[in-house]
């Protein structure tokens, strides 16, 4: 199996959730941003039935952009944990087994490579609650986005209470 088809293979299992998104392009196939944008606009259409009238959110790629703060790779490896196997709208409330979400985030992350370089619109701790800047028009969303090798990736989960 080459990069390319392990890198699907383990972002499809992280996004195995109806609210959870994700999304790898070769680096030459666009920015980082633009991928963001691109995900965000396929939950957006996705989740339009749930989403709250009226509700406004990042539009263009410089707002996505603008919202995306640099992480650490162990950072990024733990977002992506978080956002495959926990929910954003119900804290504490399983998705998934986190031991397997540990160790395809862990891969991904590798696949990426050590100069890989990693972004988020959450910050701090999970456990401790977080702040975020909305990617989406949804009351909840939460992204980590990776560039390194040939690859761009992102993991988004959205949500609605």
């Not at 999970?126 to 028009?137: A, M, Q």
């Not at 690859?151 to 959205?158: C, I, N, R």
């Amino acid at each position: 199996m080459d990069d390319a088809d392990l890198l699907e293979a383990l972002l499809n299992s992280l996004a195995s959730e109806a609210s959870v998104y994700a999304r790898w392009c070769w680096s030459s196939g666009g920015d980082l941003a633009h991928h963001v944008h691109d995900l965000a606009q396929a939950a957006e259409a996705d989740w339009a039935h749930e989403a709250v009238e009226g509700a406004t959110g990042p539009t263009t790629v410089e707002e996505i952009e603008a919202a995306l703060r640099p992480v650490t790779r162990e950072s990024a490896i733990e977002l992506m944990v978080n956002l495959s196997a926990d929910s954003l709208v119900f804290p504490g409330h399983a998705r998934r087994d986190r031991a397997h979400a540990k160790r395809a985030a862990v891969k991904a992350v590798s696949v990426l490579g050590p100069g890989s370089e990693w972004f988020s619109n959450t910050d701090g701790s999970w456990e401790n609650g977080r702040g975020w800047n909305s990617v989406t028009r949804h009351s909840f969303d939460g992204v980590v986005a990776g560039r390194g090798g040939d690859f761009v990736v992102a993991l988004l989960q959205v949500g609605e209470d």
